[in-house]
């Protein structure tokens, strides 16, 4: 197991969680137990319905809507939402959504003091970490600090009957991605070991249910337990190359994020693999091998699986492999630009990895 043998830190697990159907409606008890009383409830436009209801019923202890959250937290949305926090003499933001609403709540937060109750309608995990992406003129910078944590997460699987199949199954591989980095992250501890296989167990027998009966409450809930742990790992563990990846072509080319994590994450672990033994128990989970059982994973859920489809060339697989090797970080099995460039064509082909 992760870490026994090596030594390890461990240093405990935040924020306070509650999780269940119909939690939604505790909201408004977490604002009062952070002993705030003023919330600026955050969305994106697709989700200002949602959030108008949330701010109804949260009465009093609303302070309004900010329904503006964008993908990678845009620093200039960020700037206004601050102003309509301030405007509105709010002193905590409840955060409704996805990865990009949640990063807003984050952002707001690291530039006001607002305590944070982060609400996730999605599987991609930012919701338990200490990170924060931002962009600004077509750049990314990420950072860690334990202050950009959001102070409470309410899951409420309602919440999560309605997210789009497609969605559902990108952003449930995201999640696999975090917690198969964090089994041989240089900082991988036991505890969070534990977990993150946990995690993968609960999206590998709910994801099929779901995909194939969207509103089984029963299935969604073992998927958004999964959900849970992966942010785990993801917050309390250091990534390597598949997130540096994911992060490269993002970052310099635009794909779309959960898709991208999707296609990547059998042809990164499958090559990790092959350079340690902490994996064992996510091959034994999908059939034997891991870069192999999760791409026939994949495919059996409809999932995409070639880069190509994301509008990349050839040529810019050679530019990714180029930045992708610039600078140096952690990673199982050592590795030259040549097999990242290898790793990358097959993931544009969607060769099955073996
Ligand atoms: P997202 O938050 O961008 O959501 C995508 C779209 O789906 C949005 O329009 C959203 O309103 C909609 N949506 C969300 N939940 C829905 C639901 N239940 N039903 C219907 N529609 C719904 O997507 P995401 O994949 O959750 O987040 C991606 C972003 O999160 C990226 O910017 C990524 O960098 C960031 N992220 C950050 C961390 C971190 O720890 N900092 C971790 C994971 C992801």
Same mark, same amino acid.
């Given at each position: 197991?992760?870490?026994?043998?090596?030594?390890?830190?461990?240093?405990?697990?935040?924020?306070?969680?509650?999780?269940?159907?119909?939690?939604?409606?505790?909201?408004?008890?977490?604002?009062?137990?952070?002993?705030?009383?003023?919330?600026?409830?955050?969305?994106?436009?697709?989700?200002?319905?949602?959030?108008?209801?949330?701010?109804?019923?949260?009465?009093?202890?609303?302070?309004?809507?900010?329904?503006?959250?964008?993908?990678?937290?845009?620093?200039?949305?960020?700037?206004?939402?601050?102003?309509?926090?301030?405007?509105?003499?709010?002193?905590?933001?409840?955060?409704?959504? +996805?990865?990009?609403?949640?990063?807003?709540?984050?952002?707001?937060?690291?530039?006001?003091?607002?305590?944070?109750?982060?609400?996730?309608?999605?599987?991609?995990?930012?919701?338990?970490?200490?990170?924060?992406?931002?962009?600004? +003129?077509?750049?990314?910078?990420?950072?860690?600090?334990?202050?950009?944590?959001?102070?409470?997460?309410?899951?409420?699987? =309602?919440?999560?009957?309605?997210?789009?199949?497609?969605?559902?199954?990108?952003?449930?591989?995201?999640?696999?991605?975090?917690?198969?980095?964090?089994?041989?992250?240089?900082?991988?501890?036991?505890?969070?070991?534990?977990?993150?296989?946990?995690?993968?167990?609960?999206?590998?027998?709910?994801?099929?249910?779901?995909?194939?009966?969207?509103?089984?409450?029963?299935?969604?809930?073992?998927?958004?337990?999964?959900?849970?742990?992966?942010?785990?790992?993801?917050?309390?563990?250091?990534?390597?190359?598949?997130?540096?990846?994911?992060?490269?072509?993002?970052?310099?080319?635009?794909?779309?994020?959960?898709?991208?994590?999707?296609?990547?994450?059998?042809?990164?672990?499958?090559?990790?693999?092959?350079?340690?033994?902490?994996?064992?128990?996510?091959?034994?989970?999908?059939?034997?091998?891991?870069?192999?059982?999760?791409? =026939?994973?994949?495919?059996?859920?409809?999932?995409?699986?070639?880069?190509?489809?994301?509008?990349?060339?050839?040529?810019?697989?050679?530019?990714?492999?180029?930045?992708?090797?610039?600078?140096?970080?952690?990673?199982?099995?050592?590795?030259?630009?040549?097999?990242?460039?290898?790793?990358?064509?097959?993931?544009?082909?969607?060769?099955?990895?073996?």
């Amino acid at each position: 197991m992760s870490g026994i043998g090596t030594g390890f830190v461990f240093a405990g697990i935040s924020p306070r969680v509650v999780f269940g159907a119909g939690t939604l409606a505790r909201v408004g008890d977490e604002i009062r137990r952070l002993g705030r009383s003023r919330a600026l409830v955050l969305s994106t436009p697709n989700q200002a319905g949602d959030a108008a209801a949330l701010s109804a019923a949260l009465g009093d202890l609303s302070a309004g809507i900010f329904a503006a959250a964008e993908m990678h937290t845009p620093v200039a949305v960020t700037a206004r939402a601050v102003e309509a926090y301030r405007a509105a003499g709010a002193d905590c933001v409840v955060a409704l959504g +996805g990865g990009s609403t949640i990063g807003l709540g984050k952002a707001i937060a690291t530039r006001t003091g607002a305590d944070q109750v982060a609400v996730p309608t999605t599987y991609a995990g930012s919701e338990m970490t200490d990170i924060l992406g931002e962009t600004e +003129g077509g750049r990314k910078t990420t950072r860690r600090d334990a202050s950009i944590r959001p102070e409470t997460v309410v899951y409420d699987v =309602d919440l999560t009957l309605g997210l789009p199949v497609a969605m559902t199954v990108t952003s449930a591989l995201n999640a696999i991605a975090h917690a198969v980095e964090a089994l041989y992250a240089p900082d991988a501890n036991p505890v969070i070991g534990l977990m993150s296989i946990d995690g993968v167990r609960a999206f590998r027998e709910g994801l099929p249910v779901v995909a194939a009966t969207p509103r089984d409450r029963e299935a969604r809930a073992q998927v958004l337990y999964g959900a849970w742990l992966c942010s785990i790992a993801l917050g309390y563990t250091t990534m390597s190359l598949h997130h540096k990846l994911a992060h490269v072509l993002g970052g310099s080319f635009g794909t779309p994020h959960a898709e991208t994590h999707a296609i990547l994450l059998p042809h990164t672990a499958g090559f990790n693999a092959a350079g340690t033994d902490r994996l064992a128990e996510i091959a034994a989970l999908f059939g034997g091998s891991v870069g192999g059982g999760l791409w =026939d994973f994949a495919k059996s859920l409809g999932a995409p699986l070639r880069l190509s489809e994301l509008g990349l060339s050839e040529a810019d697989l050679d530019r990714a492999a180029a930045i992708a090797v610039e600078n140096r970080y952690a990673n199982p099995r050592p590795f030259e630009e040549d097999d990242i460039r290898a790793l990358l064509q097959a993931a544009w082909e969607g060769t099955r990895p073996d």
